[in-house]
């Protein structure tokens, strides 16, 4: 179905469905424009009801997939294989989810498609904002049961960096809510990263015992926001990475709402957890909503931020020839409790 125009290029929306879940899904970013559970009627991310919103959103990428390197490389500057690589800077000192023009503003092709899956093809280029080899994404979407699953595969002519994620905003109390303070949490890790004055991670990993970013059983937000923490007061909520560091298929974390509840797992060793801290305010979303300051919540599962300069995490390259694969699910039903 189209969508839209960009750049004198059609963009498409995808539609796929089962008896618990449906969700939408446009060729521009391979972006997920809407994850509805059915019976409740309720869609759980932020979005925009056409795709000038998505053209306007003031760089928040919501629901899309973000690469060639997700998250921020310090200083745009990394080494491979000996050889100095720099990425463009678009996030002031920082490289920020693949440069100016990354994987979430990229046209991607439909390769294949049937009710409940579809699966989005893209070529990068060799010197794609700076990266090395000529890589072959392809993003699967798919449904089983209650579980939406985000799927990536790559493969590369030469040794580069890899490290996709998608960037989607939870709100599970729908299109007209205005914030997700009084969701519960549950994070399994009692790990996380600090971030230094530019929002870049840095290699400072804390317990979060006693903390503000402790949610190790189910929290409100709103209530840990408010345990006093310079880190989070300088990012203005949670901009931060929970260290697993393993490449095990897990569950990271649940989020419940009034209604519904989710839950994410992965095989990636990170996740960023992302509270809007920026959504301005100024971009109207679904049914009028104007999105501002911590309206949706983001689970962004990837590799440790600024791995590749960092010796102690596993770094984020995909070996030439090599083909890899990374899976992250989001698992969507009614409250339990």
């Known amino acids: ?154 493969e590369s002519d030469q040794d580069t960096i890899f490290n996709i994620t998608n960037h989607s905003y939870f709100n599970l109390d729908g299109a007209l809510s205005k914030s997700i303070l009084d969701h519960e949490l549950q994070i399994n890790s009692d790990r996380v990263a600090l ?17 503000g970013f402790d949610f190790r059983e189910l929290k409100k937000i709103r209530n840990q926001l408010n345990i006093s923490h310079p880190n989070i007061e300088s990012a203005r909520g949670y901009d931060h990475n929970y260290v697993f560091e393993n490449l095990e298929y897990k569950t990271m974390a649940i989020l419940k709402g009034e209604k519904l509840m989710l839950e994410i797992s992965s095989d990636l060793p990170g996740m960023h957890v992302y509270s809007g801290n920026f959504l301005d305010g100024e971009c109207c979303g679904k049914q009028g909503n104007f999105y501002g300051d911590k309206n949706g919540i983001c689970f962004e599962c990837q590799y440790y931020p600024n791995a590749i300069n960092y010796d102690r995490f596993i770094k984020p390259i995909l070996r030439k020839g090599e083909i890899q694969t990374h899976r992250i699910c989001y698992r969507l039903a009614k409250r339990e409790n």
């Open 195 to 211: 971030i230094d004055e530019s929002g870049c991670t840095t290699e400072n990993v804390i317990q979060v015992e006693n903390t």
């Open 1 to 154: 179905m189209r969508f839209g125009m960009n750049q004198n290029q059609e963009v498409e929306k995808i539609q796929i469905e089962n008896e618990y879940i449906k969700a939408e899904i446009m060729t521009l970013g391979a972006t997920l424009l809407s994850f509805v559970e059915k019976e409740s009627g309720i869609d759980v991310v932020l979005g925009f009801e056409n795709l000038d919103g998505y053209l306007n959103q003031h760089g928040s990428y919501l629901g899309a997939c973000v690469g060639r390197c997700a998250n921020r490389i310090k200083g745009g500057h990394f080494v491979l294989n000996g050889k100095e690589y720099h990425v463009p800077l678009n996030d002031g000192f920082n490289s920020l989810h693949g440069g100016n023009c990354g994987f979430s503003s990229r046209l991607f092709e439909i390769e294949e498609q049937d009710p409940n899956h579809v699966v989005l093809k893209l070529n990068s280029e060799e010197d794609d904002e700076g990266y090395p080899g000529n890589l072959c994404l392809r993003v699967c979407y798919r449904l089983e049961g209650r579980c939406l699953y985000f799927e990536f595969v790559g």
